[in-house]
């Protein structure tokens, strides 16, 4: 819920300021004094009611399940069904969930993933990609990796943040290690 239409270091110090309070557990967070919460959540940029309004729900839906994590960890499609019902984590985040939360192998992808993925797509053999669409490109990540949930990780990761650092929206090629190899390589200006 903290990273939803922000930067990864505005979300770090939203998180940062969580541990400040403390207010990582969803009991943590739901004593803690909405006068703590919301300076804390504000570092995450814009959106703050609607970031305090979705934390708040994704706590109540901690506490009334108090068998969450092990649903999490149980089976696949059980602990999907159970994430898509908590607000605002999207495609990308409840793979996040299920990959760092439940220990399952499953590739999150979101916007930036997909986008990344999308430029370096002709370059892989695979047909270019107009409209990337999450699933398909979900789909050909997990085909090229061991089905290990330590290479999940690290993949998610490495993905994640060259498509936020490196290939953004208005992509920094001259400093990209793939930029040899990327069909969508931009000359590089002064």
Do not use: N
Not at 54 to 80: C, D, H, K, N, T
Request: glycine share 8%; proline share 8%.
């Amino acid at each position: 819920m903290l990273s939803a239409h922000t930067t990864p270091g505005r979300r770090d110090a939203a998180y940062a300021a969580l541990l400040r309070i403390p207010a990582l557990t969803p009991d943590a967070m739901f004593r803690a004094a909405r006068g703590r919460l919301t300076p804390a959540l504000a570092q995450a940029g814009p959106y703050q009611e609607q970031r305090l309004h979705a934390l708040l729900l994704g706590v109540e839906r901690f506490r009334r399940q108090p068998a969450f994590s092990a649903i999490v960890r149980g089976a696949l499609p059980r602990a999907r069904r159970l994430l898509a019902r908590v607000p605002r984590l999207g495609e990308g985040g409840v793979h996040r969930m299920l990959l760092f939360g439940g220990q399952h192998c499953v590739m999150p992808v979101d916007r930036d993933v997909a986008r990344l993925v999308s430029r370096l797509a002709s370059a892989g053999g695979w047909e270019r990609l107009q409209a990337p669409r999450l699933r398909p490109i979900r789909r050909m990540i997990e085909a090229g990796l061991p089905r290990e949930e330590s290479a999940y990780r690290r993949a998610a990761l490495y993905l994640r943040h060259h498509a936020v650092q490196t290939c953004a929206d208005d992509p920094h090629c001259s400093v990209c290690p793939l930029s040899g190899r990327c069909p969508s390589r931009r000359d590089s200006r002064p």
